[in-house]
Protein backbone atom coordinates (compact mmCIF):
# COMPACT_ATOMS: atom_id res chain seq x y z
CA UNK A 1 0.00 0.00 0.00
CA UNK A 2 1.16 3.43 -0.99
CA UNK A 3 2.28 6.01 1.76
CA UNK A 4 -0.87 8.46 -0.24
CA UNK A 5 -3.46 5.33 0.32
CA UNK A 6 -2.69 4.56 3.92
CA UNK A 7 -3.08 8.63 4.51
CA UNK A 8 -6.44 8.83 2.52
CA UNK A 9 -7.43 5.68 4.87
CA UNK A 10 -6.63 7.20 7.85
CA UNK A 11 -8.35 10.76 6.47
CA UNK A 12 -11.84 8.64 5.56
CA UNK A 13 -11.33 6.77 9.02
CA UNK A 14 -11.05 9.92 10.56
CA UNK A 15 -13.67 11.93 8.96
CA UNK A 16 -16.10 8.80 10.41
CA UNK A 17 -14.65 8.88 13.70
CA UNK A 18 -15.96 12.58 13.69
CA UNK A 19 -19.09 12.50 12.28
CA UNK A 20 -19.76 9.67 14.77
CA UNK A 21 -18.52 12.08 17.69
CA UNK A 22 -20.79 14.98 16.14
CA UNK A 23 -23.75 13.17 15.83
CA UNK A 24 -23.65 12.11 19.45
CA UNK A 25 -22.68 15.19 20.83
CA UNK A 26 -25.33 17.11 18.49
CA UNK A 27 -28.29 14.79 20.38
CA UNK A 28 -27.92 17.16 23.58
CA UNK A 29 -27.43 20.41 21.31
CA UNK A 30 -30.68 19.72 19.81
CA UNK A 31 -32.59 18.42 22.80
CA UNK A 32 -31.04 21.44 25.16
CA UNK A 33 -32.17 23.65 22.45
CA UNK A 34 -29.29 25.45 21.66
CA UNK A 35 -29.35 24.55 17.88
CA UNK A 36 -28.58 28.18 16.67
CA UNK A 37 -26.34 28.26 19.24
CA UNK A 38 -24.52 25.40 18.23
CA UNK A 39 -24.52 26.11 14.90
CA UNK A 40 -22.88 29.13 15.47
CA UNK A 41 -20.15 28.12 17.77
CA UNK A 42 -18.20 26.87 15.00
CA UNK A 43 -17.66 30.18 13.30
CA UNK A 44 -15.81 31.38 16.34
CA UNK A 45 -12.85 29.21 15.10
CA UNK A 46 -12.18 31.42 11.69
CA UNK A 47 -10.20 34.34 13.26
CA UNK A 48 -8.24 31.44 14.49
CA UNK A 49 -7.62 30.31 11.42
CA UNK A 50 -6.82 33.69 10.08
CA UNK A 51 -4.45 34.39 12.89
CA UNK A 52 -3.06 31.10 12.82
CA UNK A 53 -2.27 31.62 9.02
CA UNK A 54 -1.08 34.97 8.93
CA UNK A 55 1.36 33.76 11.74
CA UNK A 56 2.71 30.99 9.95
CA UNK A 57 1.21 28.52 12.57
CA UNK A 58 -1.10 25.36 11.52
CA UNK A 59 -4.16 26.67 11.18
CA UNK A 60 -5.88 23.66 13.45
CA UNK A 61 -3.70 25.00 16.46
CA UNK A 62 -5.72 28.66 15.59
CA UNK A 63 -8.67 27.33 15.39
CA UNK A 64 -8.36 25.13 18.93
CA UNK A 65 -7.32 28.12 20.78
CA UNK A 66 -9.91 30.63 19.47
CA UNK A 67 -12.63 27.96 20.02
CA UNK A 68 -11.71 27.42 23.25
CA UNK A 69 -11.79 31.02 24.05
CA UNK A 70 -15.14 31.20 22.60
CA UNK A 71 -16.82 28.50 24.28
CA UNK A 72 -15.22 29.62 28.24
CA UNK A 73 -16.49 33.19 27.33
CA UNK A 74 -19.98 32.32 26.21
CA UNK A 75 -19.60 30.16 29.41
CA UNK A 76 -18.48 33.20 32.03
CA UNK A 77 -20.89 35.24 30.15
CA UNK A 78 -23.89 33.05 30.52
CA UNK A 79 -23.06 32.20 34.06
CA UNK A 80 -22.30 35.80 35.15
CA UNK A 81 -25.02 37.51 33.89
CA UNK A 82 -28.15 34.85 33.47
CA UNK A 83 -27.91 35.95 29.56
CA UNK A 84 -29.42 33.27 27.13
CA UNK A 85 -26.76 30.99 25.46
CA UNK A 86 -28.49 32.29 22.08
CA UNK A 87 -28.20 36.02 22.82
CA UNK A 88 -24.47 35.40 23.54
CA UNK A 89 -23.83 33.75 20.50
CA UNK A 90 -25.86 35.89 18.12
CA UNK A 91 -23.43 39.00 19.43
CA UNK A 92 -20.11 37.09 19.78
CA UNK A 93 -19.90 34.68 17.22
CA UNK A 94 -21.68 37.08 14.32
CA UNK A 95 -18.54 39.66 15.42
CA UNK A 96 -15.97 36.57 14.93
CA UNK A 97 -16.81 35.70 11.82
CA UNK A 98 -16.45 39.08 10.67
CA UNK A 99 -13.02 39.50 12.41
CA UNK A 100 -11.96 36.24 10.61
CA UNK A 101 -13.20 37.21 7.37
CA UNK A 102 -11.39 40.22 7.91
CA UNK A 103 -8.05 38.37 8.77
CA UNK A 104 -7.84 35.62 6.56
CA UNK A 105 -6.15 35.81 3.48
CA UNK A 106 -8.82 35.37 0.30
CA UNK A 107 -7.24 32.17 -0.65
CA UNK A 108 -7.30 30.39 2.00
CA UNK A 109 -10.83 32.00 3.20
CA UNK A 110 -12.75 29.22 0.79
CA UNK A 111 -11.21 26.22 2.89
CA UNK A 112 -11.66 27.37 6.37
CA UNK A 113 -15.39 28.45 5.55
CA UNK A 114 -16.11 25.58 4.13
CA UNK A 115 -13.41 23.04 4.07
CA UNK A 116 -11.26 20.39 2.22
CA UNK A 117 -7.68 21.97 2.92
CA UNK A 118 -5.21 19.15 1.47
CA UNK A 119 -3.62 15.98 2.71
CA UNK A 120 -3.86 14.83 6.74
CA UNK A 121 -0.98 14.11 7.81
CA UNK A 122 -0.52 10.83 10.19
CA UNK A 123 -0.13 12.69 13.16
CA UNK A 124 -3.27 14.52 12.66
CA UNK A 125 -4.61 11.20 11.88
CA UNK A 126 -3.73 9.95 15.04
CA UNK A 127 -4.51 12.58 17.25
CA UNK A 128 -7.63 13.33 15.74
CA UNK A 129 -9.15 9.51 16.20
CA UNK A 130 -7.71 9.66 20.43
CA UNK A 131 -9.98 13.00 20.28
CA UNK A 132 -13.00 11.60 18.70
CA UNK A 133 -12.34 8.52 21.01
CA UNK A 134 -12.36 10.97 24.23
CA UNK A 135 -15.58 12.62 22.72
CA UNK A 136 -17.67 9.73 22.38
CA UNK A 137 -16.52 8.22 26.14
CA UNK A 138 -17.46 11.60 27.83
CA UNK A 139 -20.75 11.49 25.97
CA UNK A 140 -21.15 8.01 27.18
CA UNK A 141 -20.12 8.69 30.76
CA UNK A 142 -21.66 11.63 31.19
CA UNK A 143 -25.09 11.17 29.50
CA UNK A 144 -26.80 10.21 33.06
CA UNK A 145 -26.07 13.82 34.29
CA UNK A 146 -26.24 15.55 31.16
CA UNK A 147 -30.59 13.86 30.94
CA UNK A 148 -30.87 15.11 34.15
CA UNK A 149 -29.47 18.42 33.98
CA UNK A 150 -31.72 19.27 30.73
CA UNK A 151 -34.74 18.27 32.12
CA UNK A 152 -34.16 20.12 35.14
CA UNK A 153 -30.69 21.90 36.28
CA UNK A 154 -32.52 22.55 39.98
CA UNK A 155 -33.40 18.69 40.27
CA UNK A 156 -29.27 17.79 38.95
CA UNK A 157 -28.13 20.29 41.25
CA UNK A 158 -30.07 18.50 44.48
CA UNK A 159 -28.32 15.46 42.41
CA UNK A 160 -25.08 16.58 43.19
CA UNK A 161 -24.31 17.43 39.82
CA UNK A 162 -22.14 20.43 39.37
CA UNK A 163 -24.12 21.94 36.81
CA UNK A 164 -21.96 24.75 35.55
CA UNK A 165 -18.74 22.33 35.52
CA UNK A 166 -21.10 20.38 33.40
CA UNK A 167 -22.20 22.80 30.99
CA UNK A 168 -18.62 24.14 30.69
CA UNK A 169 -17.59 20.45 29.66
CA UNK A 170 -20.05 19.79 27.07
CA UNK A 171 -19.52 23.06 25.55
CA UNK A 172 -15.47 22.26 25.42
CA UNK A 173 -16.49 18.84 24.08
CA UNK A 174 -18.94 20.33 21.46
CA UNK A 175 -15.97 22.69 20.81
CA UNK A 176 -13.55 20.21 20.27
CA UNK A 177 -15.68 18.34 17.87
CA UNK A 178 -16.30 21.09 15.51
CA UNK A 179 -12.02 21.73 15.87
CA UNK A 180 -12.14 17.78 14.39
CA UNK A 181 -14.86 18.40 11.44
CA UNK A 182 -13.14 21.53 10.27
CA UNK A 183 -10.71 20.25 8.18
CA UNK A 184 -13.47 18.46 6.26
CA UNK A 185 -16.73 20.60 6.63
CA UNK A 186 -14.98 24.11 7.59
CA UNK A 187 -16.51 26.81 10.19
CA UNK A 188 -20.01 27.61 8.10
CA UNK A 189 -20.99 23.45 8.19
CA UNK A 190 -19.42 21.61 10.79
CA UNK A 191 -22.27 22.83 13.18
CA UNK A 192 -24.65 21.57 10.91
CA UNK A 193 -23.35 18.02 10.81
CA UNK A 194 -23.61 18.35 14.53
CA UNK A 195 -27.36 19.50 14.27
CA UNK A 196 -28.91 17.83 11.25
CA UNK A 197 -28.25 14.09 12.22
CA UNK A 198 -29.34 14.53 15.60
CA UNK A 199 -32.56 16.78 14.72
CA UNK A 200 -33.61 13.69 12.22
CA UNK A 201 -32.82 11.36 15.21
CA UNK A 202 -35.03 13.58 17.16
CA UNK A 203 -37.80 13.12 14.26
CA UNK A 204 -37.73 9.41 14.74
CA UNK A 205 -36.66 8.02 17.67
CA UNK A 206 -38.69 7.29 21.10
CA UNK A 207 -36.07 6.99 23.47
CA UNK A 208 -32.58 8.54 24.43
CA UNK A 209 -30.70 5.33 23.56
CA UNK A 210 -32.56 5.12 19.87
CA UNK A 211 -31.69 8.70 19.52
CA UNK A 212 -28.47 8.37 20.00
CA UNK A 213 -28.12 4.91 17.12
CA UNK A 214 -29.96 7.21 14.58
CA UNK A 215 -27.76 10.37 15.10
CA UNK A 216 -24.38 8.85 14.51
CA UNK A 217 -25.90 6.59 12.21
CA UNK A 218 -27.38 9.70 9.90
CA UNK A 219 -23.86 11.90 10.63
CA UNK A 220 -21.84 8.49 9.34
CA UNK A 221 -23.71 7.37 6.69
CA UNK A 222 -24.48 11.34 5.15
CA UNK A 223 -20.04 11.62 5.75
CA UNK A 224 -19.60 8.41 3.82
CA UNK A 225 -22.08 9.23 0.99
CA UNK A 226 -20.82 12.75 0.90
CA UNK A 227 -17.47 11.57 0.50
CA UNK A 228 -18.01 9.69 -2.23
CA UNK A 229 -20.09 11.79 -4.42
CA UNK A 230 -18.24 14.53 -4.15
CA UNK A 231 -14.87 13.02 -4.91
CA UNK A 232 -17.26 11.05 -8.04
CA UNK A 233 -18.44 14.85 -9.31
CA UNK A 234 -15.11 16.51 -8.71
CA UNK A 235 -16.79 19.02 -6.06
CA UNK A 236 -15.86 19.74 -2.33
CA UNK A 237 -16.69 17.69 0.27
CA UNK A 238 -17.96 19.56 3.02
CA UNK A 239 -21.15 21.08 1.01
CA UNK A 240 -22.20 17.75 -0.61
CA UNK A 241 -21.68 15.72 3.15
CA UNK A 242 -24.49 18.46 4.43
CA UNK A 243 -26.53 18.34 1.87
CA UNK A 244 -26.71 14.17 2.06
CA UNK A 245 -27.40 15.14 5.52
CA UNK A 246 -30.13 17.37 4.86
CA UNK A 247 -31.74 14.83 2.44
CA UNK A 248 -32.05 12.15 5.34
CA UNK A 249 -33.62 14.88 7.45
CA UNK A 250 -36.12 15.77 4.93
CA UNK A 251 -36.69 11.90 4.42
CA UNK A 252 -37.22 11.92 7.66
CA UNK A 253 -40.52 14.12 7.76
CA UNK A 254 -42.09 11.64 5.85
CA UNK A 255 -42.40 9.49 8.89
CA UNK A 256 -45.70 10.57 10.78
CA UNK A 257 -45.28 11.45 15.08
CA UNK A 258 -46.35 8.85 17.04
CA UNK A 259 -46.85 10.39 20.00
CA UNK B 1 -33.86 1.21 76.34
CA UNK B 2 -32.06 -0.71 73.93
CA UNK B 3 -28.70 0.92 72.32
CA UNK B 4 -30.69 0.98 68.57
CA UNK B 5 -33.52 3.33 69.59
CA UNK B 6 -31.60 5.46 71.68
CA UNK B 7 -29.89 5.91 68.31
CA UNK B 8 -32.60 5.95 66.43
CA UNK B 9 -34.20 8.59 68.47
CA UNK B 10 -30.87 10.59 69.05
CA UNK B 11 -31.15 10.74 65.02
CA UNK B 12 -34.27 12.04 64.78
CA UNK B 13 -33.67 15.30 66.34
CA UNK B 14 -30.48 16.23 64.64
CA UNK B 15 -30.95 19.06 62.34
CA UNK B 16 -31.16 18.56 58.61
CA UNK B 17 -31.32 22.35 57.76
CA UNK B 18 -30.24 25.33 59.34
CA UNK B 19 -31.05 28.20 58.25
CA UNK B 20 -30.08 31.98 59.36
CA UNK B 21 -30.75 35.28 57.91
CA UNK B 22 -31.92 34.54 54.77
CA UNK B 23 -32.65 36.68 52.05
CA UNK B 24 -33.45 36.93 48.18
CA UNK B 25 -33.93 40.34 46.21
CA UNK B 26 -34.15 40.91 42.40
CA UNK B 27 -32.66 43.28 41.82
CA UNK B 28 -34.41 46.65 43.88
CA UNK B 29 -37.54 43.77 44.58
CA UNK B 30 -37.20 42.16 48.09
CA UNK B 31 -38.49 38.93 47.99
CA UNK B 32 -38.26 37.74 51.34
CA UNK B 33 -35.66 38.80 54.35
CA UNK B 34 -34.21 37.57 57.32
CA UNK B 35 -35.76 34.47 57.39
CA UNK B 36 -34.20 32.17 60.22
CA UNK B 37 -35.46 28.53 60.80
CA UNK B 38 -34.27 24.47 61.07
CA UNK B 39 -35.72 21.91 60.03
CA UNK B 40 -35.15 18.57 62.72
CA UNK B 41 -34.95 15.39 60.86
CA UNK B 42 -38.38 13.25 60.27
CA UNK B 43 -40.25 15.91 60.72
CA UNK B 44 -42.75 17.73 58.11
CA UNK B 45 -42.46 21.36 57.16
CA UNK B 46 -45.34 23.38 55.36
CA UNK B 47 -44.52 26.15 53.48
CA UNK B 48 -47.47 28.50 52.54
CA UNK B 49 -48.44 31.46 51.37
CA UNK B 50 -50.01 33.60 48.31
CA UNK B 51 -49.20 33.26 44.20
CA UNK B 52 -46.10 35.55 44.05
CA UNK B 53 -44.85 35.47 48.03
CA UNK B 54 -41.56 33.62 47.27
CA UNK B 55 -42.17 30.15 48.63
CA UNK B 56 -40.89 28.60 45.33
CA UNK B 57 -37.85 31.24 45.32
CA UNK B 58 -37.48 30.32 49.00
CA UNK B 59 -36.62 26.21 48.06
CA UNK B 60 -34.56 27.47 44.53
CA UNK B 61 -32.69 29.11 47.45
CA UNK B 62 -32.42 26.21 49.91
CA UNK B 63 -30.91 23.75 47.30
CA UNK B 64 -28.33 26.70 45.49
CA UNK B 65 -30.39 27.13 42.44
CA UNK B 66 -31.17 31.06 43.39
CA UNK B 67 -28.79 33.51 44.45
CA UNK B 68 -29.16 34.77 48.17
CA UNK B 69 -28.26 36.58 51.59
CA UNK B 70 -27.74 34.76 54.76
CA UNK B 71 -26.78 31.06 55.68
CA UNK B 72 -28.46 27.88 54.32
CA UNK B 73 -26.43 24.75 56.41
CA UNK B 74 -27.42 21.40 55.37
CA UNK B 75 -26.42 18.68 57.32
CA UNK B 76 -22.83 16.88 55.97
CA UNK B 77 -23.86 14.17 53.52
CA UNK B 78 -27.25 14.66 53.19
CA UNK B 79 -29.35 13.15 50.27
CA UNK B 80 -32.47 15.59 49.10
CA UNK B 81 -35.29 14.83 46.60
CA UNK B 82 -36.93 17.30 44.99
CA UNK B 83 -39.98 17.61 42.73
CA UNK B 84 -40.51 21.42 41.17
CA UNK B 85 -43.37 22.81 40.75
CA UNK B 86 -43.34 23.21 36.66
CA UNK B 87 -41.26 21.93 33.79
CA UNK B 88 -41.54 22.83 30.36
CA UNK B 89 -40.92 19.58 28.63
CA UNK B 90 -41.23 19.67 24.62
CA UNK B 91 -44.02 17.32 23.65
CA UNK B 92 -41.37 15.21 20.93
CA UNK B 93 -38.36 14.82 23.03
CA UNK B 94 -37.00 11.23 22.45
CA UNK B 95 -36.50 10.31 26.40
CA UNK B 96 -39.35 8.24 28.37
CA UNK B 97 -39.89 7.53 31.80
CA UNK B 98 -37.55 4.90 31.90
CA UNK B 99 -34.44 7.07 30.56
CA UNK B 100 -34.81 9.38 33.32
CA UNK B 101 -35.06 7.20 35.84
CA UNK B 102 -32.45 5.58 34.96
CA UNK B 103 -29.98 8.45 35.05
CA UNK B 104 -31.48 9.31 38.32
CA UNK B 105 -30.07 5.70 39.41
CA UNK B 106 -27.12 5.63 37.41
CA UNK B 107 -26.19 9.20 39.38
CA UNK B 108 -26.84 8.14 42.78
CA UNK B 109 -24.71 5.42 42.01
CA UNK B 110 -28.04 2.96 42.96
CA UNK B 111 -29.25 -0.28 41.31
CA UNK B 112 -32.46 -1.03 39.23
CA UNK B 113 -34.80 -2.36 42.07
CA UNK B 114 -34.14 1.25 43.25
CA UNK B 115 -36.22 2.44 40.02
CA UNK B 116 -39.02 -0.57 40.74
CA UNK B 117 -39.38 0.51 44.46
CA UNK B 118 -39.94 4.17 43.31
CA UNK B 119 -42.52 3.20 40.62
CA UNK B 120 -44.25 1.22 43.05
CA UNK B 121 -44.20 3.99 46.10
CA UNK B 122 -46.21 6.12 43.29
CA UNK B 123 -48.04 4.00 41.92
CA UNK B 124 -47.32 4.10 38.36
CA UNK B 125 -48.20 1.85 35.91
CA UNK B 126 -45.55 -0.12 33.90
CA UNK B 127 -45.89 1.12 30.63
CA UNK B 128 -46.49 4.48 31.15
CA UNK B 129 -42.69 4.69 31.98
CA UNK B 130 -41.69 3.64 28.50
CA UNK B 131 -43.54 6.90 27.15
CA UNK B 132 -41.64 9.81 26.22
CA UNK B 133 -42.05 12.27 29.24
CA UNK B 134 -43.52 14.85 26.88
CA UNK B 135 -46.13 12.57 26.20
CA UNK B 136 -47.22 12.40 29.34
CA UNK B 137 -50.12 13.32 31.33
CA UNK B 138 -49.68 16.18 33.95
CA UNK B 139 -50.71 13.38 36.57
CA UNK B 140 -48.63 10.94 35.32
CA UNK B 141 -45.20 13.16 34.80
CA UNK B 142 -45.96 14.71 38.54
CA UNK B 143 -45.44 11.32 39.76
CA UNK B 144 -42.57 11.03 37.53
CA UNK B 145 -40.97 13.26 39.22
CA UNK B 146 -41.86 12.50 42.40
CA UNK B 147 -40.59 8.74 41.34
CA UNK B 148 -37.28 10.42 40.85
CA UNK B 149 -37.35 12.08 43.73
CA UNK B 150 -37.65 8.61 45.76
CA UNK B 151 -34.83 6.71 43.71
CA UNK B 152 -31.66 6.58 45.78
CA UNK B 153 -33.59 6.80 49.78
CA UNK B 154 -33.48 10.23 50.41
CA UNK B 155 -33.03 12.13 53.53
CA UNK B 156 -35.17 15.12 52.53
CA UNK B 157 -37.63 15.07 50.22
CA UNK B 158 -38.48 19.00 48.84
CA UNK B 159 -41.86 18.80 46.97
CA UNK B 160 -43.24 22.39 45.67
CA UNK B 161 -47.04 21.65 44.99
CA UNK B 162 -46.65 18.06 44.71
CA UNK B 163 -50.25 17.13 44.17
CA UNK B 164 -50.91 19.53 40.95
CA UNK B 165 -52.52 18.13 38.05
CA UNK B 166 -52.81 14.45 40.20
CA UNK B 167 -56.31 13.01 40.50
CA UNK B 168 -58.27 13.24 43.60
CA UNK B 169 -57.56 9.25 44.64
CA UNK B 170 -53.85 9.85 43.39
CA UNK B 171 -53.93 12.79 45.91
CA UNK B 172 -54.78 11.26 48.61
CA UNK B 173 -52.49 7.92 47.63
CA UNK B 174 -49.32 10.49 47.51
CA UNK B 175 -50.18 11.95 50.65
CA UNK B 176 -50.67 8.88 52.52
CA UNK B 177 -46.92 7.46 50.58
CA UNK B 178 -45.31 10.55 51.69
CA UNK B 179 -46.21 11.06 55.13
CA UNK B 180 -45.61 6.73 55.44
CA UNK B 181 -42.32 7.38 54.49
CA UNK B 182 -41.60 10.15 56.81
CA UNK B 183 -42.90 7.71 59.67
CA UNK B 184 -41.18 4.49 58.62
CA UNK B 185 -37.94 5.82 57.34
CA UNK B 186 -37.59 8.99 58.95
CA UNK B 187 -38.07 10.93 56.00
CA UNK B 188 -37.90 14.88 56.19
CA UNK B 189 -40.61 16.52 54.62
CA UNK B 190 -40.20 20.31 53.02
CA UNK B 191 -43.58 20.98 51.29
CA UNK B 192 -45.10 23.77 49.04
CA UNK B 193 -48.99 23.49 49.48
CA UNK B 194 -51.70 25.32 49.14
CA UNK B 195 -54.01 22.60 50.94
CA UNK B 196 -54.37 24.43 54.30
CA UNK B 197 -56.27 21.36 55.78
CA UNK B 198 -53.66 18.63 54.45
CA UNK B 199 -50.54 21.28 56.05
CA UNK B 200 -53.05 21.37 59.44
CA UNK B 201 -53.11 17.73 59.86
CA UNK B 202 -49.51 16.24 58.79
CA UNK B 203 -47.15 19.15 58.99
CA UNK B 204 -44.87 19.49 62.31
CA UNK B 205 -43.83 23.27 61.34
CA UNK B 206 -45.67 25.92 59.24
CA UNK B 207 -43.53 28.70 57.14
CA UNK B 208 -45.99 31.33 55.92
CA UNK B 209 -44.78 33.86 53.40
CA UNK B 210 -46.76 36.62 52.51
CA UNK B 211 -45.65 40.16 50.86
CA UNK B 212 -43.93 41.93 53.95
CA UNK B 213 -45.20 39.27 56.18
CA UNK B 214 -43.68 35.81 57.32
CA UNK B 215 -44.50 33.32 60.40
CA UNK B 216 -43.13 30.39 61.76
CA UNK B 217 -44.81 27.71 64.42
CA UNK B 218 -47.12 24.84 64.64
CA UNK B 219 -50.00 24.87 62.59
CA UNK B 220 -52.04 25.07 65.76
CA UNK B 221 -50.33 28.46 66.00
CA UNK B 222 -50.16 29.71 62.71
CA UNK B 223 -52.96 28.83 61.05
CA UNK B 224 -55.18 30.79 62.93
CA UNK B 225 -58.04 32.97 61.16
CA UNK B 226 -56.48 36.49 62.07
CA UNK B 227 -52.70 34.88 60.40
CA UNK B 228 -54.63 33.55 57.54
CA UNK B 229 -56.07 36.60 57.11
CA UNK B 230 -53.55 38.71 57.33
CA UNK B 231 -51.32 36.13 55.28
CA UNK B 232 -54.03 35.91 52.03
CA UNK B 233 -55.54 39.04 52.63
CA UNK B 234 -58.79 37.64 53.09
CA UNK B 235 -61.00 35.06 55.18
CA UNK B 236 -59.61 31.92 54.42
CA UNK B 237 -61.67 28.77 56.23
CA UNK B 238 -60.13 25.16 55.53
CA UNK B 239 -61.57 21.56 56.26
CA UNK B 240 -58.75 19.08 57.88
CA UNK B 241 -59.50 15.43 55.31
CA UNK B 242 -57.19 13.28 54.05
CA UNK B 243 -55.75 14.18 50.43
CA UNK B 244 -52.95 16.53 49.15
CA UNK B 245 -53.72 19.16 47.35
Known sequence: MSMTTSLDVGSLALSLAMAAAAGLVGCFAVMRKMTLAADALSHVALPGIGLAILLRANPLVGAIATLAAGTILIWAVERHTGISTETIVGVVFSVALAVGTMITPGEALIDALFGGAGKISSIEVVAGLAAAIAIVVFIAMKRHELVVTLVSPEIALTCGIDVSRLNLMYLLTFALTVALGLRYLGVLLMGSLMIIPAATARRLASNLRAMFSISAAVAVLSTLAGTYIASVMNRQTGPVIISAAGALFFLSLVRPREA | ?245
Open chain 2, 1 to 245: MPASETINRSKRVDKVLEVENLGVSFGTLEVFSALTFSVESGTSLAVIGPNGAGKSVLFRALIGAQKYDGVVRWAPGVRIGYVPQKLDIERDLPLTGRDFLRAKAAVAKVGKDAIDRALERVGIARDVITRPIGAMSGGQFQRLLVAFALVGDPDVLMLDEPAAGVDAPGQEQLAEMLHGLRESKGVTLMVISHDLSVVFRHATNVICLAHGLRCIGAPREVLTPATLNQIYGTEVGFHVHDHLA
